[in-house]
């Protein structure tokens, strides 16, 4: 069986921020000679994700981030893996039949071959949403906010919750999170349009435009005047220590990005450690990975807040496989509101 | 009833390294007339802790680090509170009896009046210890050590603990308590002396002068070569930096003390948040006010190890009020080993 193949790589490693030329669109022949006992799932695409962290796994491991060897490393000229939506093309496994939807660890291409041992789910098509929400807010974006907030930050109604990035993938969804528990919530954003999302269209409490802040201390001040309880983490650097600065005794700090960091190891956040001893702050490292085991609960609270029209999801979505190199570009200029995707293929 | 009451206090606030010059000794005639309806009990001192968090305290709330408004300012002319241990001299309260030795919040002074609801607690004699060690092993430093470790650390037998200032008052406990669970454990110190010290006398497994390294991420690799799965953090600054980088998988940070940042504030940690999110690291602030819960155990468990000889304490005692500056400026020379302690008077 021959398909042809069309996806993106990396042509170097990238230490800064990515640019159209660290891309390349290849396309190649493949061959399927698969043998019965072939445990290779070929899928054809529909959906796949655009994140910022997977900038980290483009790093080479010699920069001064080189440390992260916990990313696993992409391969200049290789595929890339990221988590997508697509139908079965061909599988000899009973468990993936032709024509199955599926969810999983795909690549940013039209075709992925997943090896047996990656991660592959059948998609239940009975849940009647988008089959891009399952990219998005029942994928590994939702179960990250859900996750995150709930498990990490063990929240309680009425608490104030921070969220940077706030109309981001994860964090548009966290904040929905903690208004649905009771929460008061600020989210900070990198635009007027933003701010204004952030408080019109979701419901947040309050939200501002770090770009039009001098000074990010005084404006969660402004913002908590009773002090920050959880703070959701996606940017790191000058806005931890302004959210450390402001938060409460026993505050909790959840870091799932630090995307100021990303394309400039130079920003690197030094919070007031005095401030962590004295108001016993916790910040805690996460990744969706760990949080499975709330991953029954995320998804039926999750549908059922969808359904119920008590929780937005929003979704950017770019077509084609040639649109993945600019759409994740995009996602450091802060070009997105809400889920990037890339739509590969129609169903 | 007049007693003459000699006492240090500050002269201003001290927004650096403490001096000589920063202190002062006073000396005040203090009439007591008690009426039989006052709670307030006074205590001849005997043993006072000196500490280092107390510079914390003494800084001016207009410094850069004025925004530690949680620790309650010490003001220039008035005396300084202190853990200690002191003999009742006068109370009108049935719970204390002339002549009870108590353990509790005194002065750096020869005389402390303890109001209603400030710490104060009878002190058993029959545990057959030395007095002093009530301010250090069996006070505040042992239960910030051993509820500092076991609770906010969470270890288990086998893990590969850090301790920094690993000779001082509460790290010299720490590297022990780690070393009865049955865990590998590092310490690191400023001196030769006391390399040798926690190696030879303490039982560490390894040790480092962290004066003599020119890279501590280096130094902490050569030590951890499986990595470090539990830092407890008396330092701060570039140690903490260089524990994220060496840290395992869910490793934890406790933070009791930044003793590098309390006289320097530009020497504050950026620790890297990419190691943090990847190896789900999570930092703790705690302060041992928040440990009672595990007091009785900590105090039980502590009496046998100390009784069957497992547990060393060891003690920096200097004589006398007058002692009480240069013991406070020594401990950020690093000039003690092991809890420093002033003994204001006999028994």
């Known amino acids: 069986m021959d398909i042809k193949n069309k996806y993106v790589t990396i042509k170097t490693n990238i230490n800064g921020a990515p640019k159209e030329s660290n891309f390349e669109i290849k396309v190649e022949n493949v ?8 445990k290779d799932v070929v899928v054809k695409n529909l959906f796949v994700s655009i994140d910022p962290y997977q900038i980290n796994r483009m790093k ?8 992260i060897s916990f990313a696993t490393a992409i391969t200049p000229g290789e595929s890339i893996d990221s988590y997508g939506v697509g139908r079965v093309l061909f599988s000899h496994r009973p468990d993936f039949k032709k024509g199955d939807l599926v969810a999983g660890l795909l690549t940013w291409g039209e075709y ?4 047996e041992g990656s991660l592959l789910n059948k998609l239940d098509p009975i849940m009647g949403f988008p089959l891009s929400y399952h990219v998005g ?3 590994f974006s939702g179960l990250t906010a859900y996750g995150g907030f709930f498990e990490v930050c063990k929240p309680k109604p009425g608490e104030k919750v921070f969220v ?33 999302f952030l408080k019109e269209r979701l419901g947040f409490d309050d939200a501002f435009n770090y770009k039009q802040e001098t000074d990010l201390k005084s404006a969660l001040k402004r913002c908590f ?10 940017v790191g650097g000058r806005m931890l220590e302004a959210a450390v600065a402001n938060m409460n005794s026993f505050g909790r700090v959840a870091v799932c990005g630090v995307i100021s960091e990303y394309t400039n190891a130079t920003t690197r956040a030094a919070p007031e450690m005095l401030d962590i001893i004295y108001k016993r702050i916790t910040i805690k490292g996460f990744l969706a990975a760990d949080l499975m085991n709330v991953y029954a609960e995320f998804l039926s609270k999750t549908v ?13 979505v770019s077509q084609g496989v040639e ?20 739509k590969v293929a129609d169903e």
């Open 31 to 38: 061959s399927f000679i698969i043998e019965s006992e072939s």
């Open 60 to 67: 080479s491991q010699s920069s001064s981030q080189g440390t």
């Open 112 to 115: 992925s071959i997943v090896k």
């Open 137 to 139: 807010v029942l994928g």
């Open 164 to 196: 940077s990035a706030a109309s981001g993938s994860i964090g548009h969804l966290v904040g929905q999170y903690a208004k649905l528990l009771g929460c008061y919530v600020v989210g900070s954003a990198g635009s007027q349009e933003k701010e204004n």
């Open 225 to 234: 005047p009773q002090g920050i309880d959880v703070y959701f983490d996606n």
């Open 304 to 316: 059922e807040y969808l359904k119920s029209g008590k929780l937005k999801t929003i979704e950017d």
């Open 323 to 342: 649109s993945i190199p600019s759409a994740f570009i995009g996602l450091f200029n802060g070009e997105n509101i809400g889920k990037k995707i890339v």
